[in-house]
């Protein structure tokens, strides 16, 4: 599947997750969870497909001589939300190399999700979860933990993950991300709905652990 086919789908799945509850789902956390495994898969493949694109337009440059101290701070802007904090150091250091080593490494680099870093058990990036844990407070979502621990039922649990839900459109609407297929999803757009997605997943798993049951 293309970039314009996967950034498709990730709006597609986004505009409908921020939207109301489909038909043919019984309840909010059903609808939350898939949703939220969906658009991690179609941001992952977006955010690779992103990477490459911006290397491959600066090592077009870089072949033709064009390489400035102006491009390569662009490059650098653009790969800062794609990749990790170390990744992102390593790259500022290799800018000083011979064009065959900068080519050699650029081809090495992995496009870094926070919603997978959030699901990892240990040894997340520093940087990511500095994201994730602003974006979860701007998004309210730890008022939303303390209502589901204070009354841990089916009830409160649908209304907080649809009050989630909502709270994902308005950030998309304040950092203008453009949930429209035509609008290509800037490197930094791709960051804030990465965050937000994995913001929800930690919420989800926080509203688990305080109902006490696999949910």
């Avoid at 109301?20 to 991690?40: D, H, Q, V, W």
Wanted: charged share 25%; glycine share 4%.
């Amino acid at each position: 599947m293309g970039k314009l086919a996967n950034q498709t789908m990730l709006v597609t799945a986004l505009k409908a997750f921020t939207g109301a509850l489909p038909p043919g789902y019984s309840c909010e956390k059903e609808f939350f969870l898939t949703s939220l495994r969906n658009m991690a898969q179609y941001l992952a493949d977006l955010q690779a497909e992103t990477l490459r694109e911006v290397c491959e337009n600066f090592l077009h440059k870089l072949n033709a001589g064009k390489a400035t101290q102006a491009a390569a701070d662009e490059f650098k802007a653009d790969i800062d939300r794609l990749v990790s904090a170390a990744d992102f150091r390593t790259v500022s250091a290799w800018m000083a190399g011979s064009r065959e080593f900068i080519k050699n490494r650029l081809d090495s680099l992995k496009a870094v999700s926070m919603i997978s870093e959030e699901q990892k058990t240990s040894g997340r990036d520093p940087e990511a979860q500095r994201h994730i844990k602003e974006t979860y407070a701007r998004l309210r979502f730890d008022t939303l933990e303390k209502q589901v621990e204070a009354a841990p039922n089916d009830a409160t649990v649908n209304t907080a993950l649809a009050t989630a839900r909502r709270a994902v459109a308005e950030y998309c609407c304040l950092y203008r991300v453009q949930l429209n297929p035509a609008e290509t999803l800037t490197p930094f757009s791709l960051a804030c709905v990465d965050a937000a997605l994995a913001a929800g997943h930690r919420l989800f798993m926080a509203i688990r652990q305080a109902t006490g049951r696999m949910m």
